[in-house]
């Protein structure tokens, strides 16, 4: 059975995700970690986008273990304004390797 896509950002942003027909919360920052805790624990949910700015206002433990589990998947995205951009973690890898130009 397939899962729910949830969608965690900004009005505009969560706009499109909706129209791809993913749920969508817009919350306060404040509001943000409850959220994310309650949706990790729903075994309905698949997936957890979130926007770099929504994935800023988490407590860097909540955030690393989140991301760092995969359960459910959590996926940090650029906001469609490009607001916050989440770090590039591809060219952080290749520098560590020492495969960068």
Do not use: N, Y
């Amino acid at each position: 059975m397939a899962g729910r896509c949830v969608f965690i950002g900004d009005a505009v942003s969560a706009a499109g995700w909706r129209l791809a027909g993913a749920d969508c919360h817009t919350p306060a920052a404040a509001d943000t970690p409850a959220l994310v805790k309650r949706l990790r624990a729903d075994a309905d949910v698949a997936l957890v986008v979130i926007t770099a700015a929504q994935a800023a206002a988490l407590p860097a433990a909540q955030r690393d273990t989140a991301i760092a589990e995969q359960r459910p998947p959590m996926l940090v995205v650029a906001d469609i304004l490009g607001h916050v951009v989440p770090p590039d973690r591809m060219a952080a890898l290749k520098r560590q390797l020492g495969l960068a130009e």
